[in-house]
């Protein structure tokens, strides 16, 4: 069931196939100095094996530095199960997956991700002690998006206090890449604070949802990262950060949930050469691993401590934006160097 793939980047990583459920998938172990590594698990259809398990390689590495910059005693680890969510995945499938999980003992967490519902963490419970973001339980912490959705608003009163020199979100505009789970409670909050809204999904539904409930203007999911807007808020994809996009971006400051939303690092540099403040996404995005490890480390009292870490978080970020000002370092690269410190100087 798991089959070990040779790495020089990863720590471990596994081929996880189940002939008789169908299961075909990757579990990547990036690092585990800090802590078991703990990511969640996506479904999704990939083009091919190697597209999935380039996904998991770079999904885990970014686990490793989420959790550092968290300040959670974790490391990174993804798992990725290749199919349709919505056609393919079944008890049987969730459950050949909840085994490969337990058969590495407890230096894989495991949690939801992109296509997976606490509902099949469930599922997967029933074959491993090691799965968090369960909705009922002694430590159960549910859907981290609204503490996800927090995280990413602190983070982007920083940025603006930084770009625009003050935190007020009122009266900036902000294009919302992404109404999903995330994206609609960050509409909520940011529409709360006074920010007019521009958003775009892919799915009609939940973009009509989001103009009735907020007020928001809608954008072609083509054309959102180029709308004139003062913030630009990433949550949906990743990549979205790119040689073609970044000429075009109109905003001054990007802040958002998605996951690895540079194309590569040299990114970074494009878009500071453009005098756009881009916030490291994983600084901006912690908010869900800290609920989700509040499951699996087991804090009694979860609220206080989620509430501290999430101030904790927001107050790395503000110390990561000062430090590049003053250092003329650009945020993304600086926040990577810091966690790279952290993880050398926890391994000694
Ligand atoms: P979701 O699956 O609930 O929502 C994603 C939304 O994006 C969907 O409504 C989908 O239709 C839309 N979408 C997909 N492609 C699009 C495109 N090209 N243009 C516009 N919209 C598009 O996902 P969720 O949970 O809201 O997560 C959003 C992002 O944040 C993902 O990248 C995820 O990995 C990341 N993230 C989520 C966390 C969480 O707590 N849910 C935690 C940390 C990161």
Known sequence: MLNKIASTTHEAVYQVSDAESGLEGFIALHSTRLGPAAGGLRMREYASAQAALEDVLNLSRGMTYKNAAAGLPLGGGKAVIIGNPHSDKTPRLLRAMGRAVEALEGRYWTAED????PEDMAE???????????????????????????GVFNAMKVGAEHRFGSADLAGKR????????????????????GASLIVADMDAARVAGTVKEFGASLAEPGDIHRVEADIFAP??????????????????????????????ASDADAIAAREILYLPDYVANGGGIINVAAEILKIEDRDPWVAEKLETLRQTMARILSKARAERAIPAHLADRTVDELILREAV
């Not at 009922?136 to 609204?146: K, L, N, Q, R």
């Not at 960050?186 to 709360?192: D, F």
């Not at 000429?247 to 949930?257: D, N, Q, S, T, V």
Request: with cysteine; net charge negative; hydrophobic share 40%.
């Open 114 to 117: 992109m296509g997976m519902s």
């Open 124 to 150: 997967l419970a029933h074959e491993t002690r090691f799965v968090a973001g369960l909705d009922s339980g002694s430590h159960a912490s549910g859907d981290p998006s609204p503490v996800t959705a927090e």
């Open 235 to 264: 949550c949906a994809i990743g990549g979205i950060l790119n040689a073609q996009s970044i000429p075009e971006l109109r905003a001054k400051l990007i802040c958002g949930a998605a996951n690895n939303q540079l194309s590569s």
């Open 174 to 193: 902000v294009a919302v890449q992404g109404l999903g789970h995330v994206g609609w409670h960050l509409c909520r909050m940011l529409h709360g604070a």
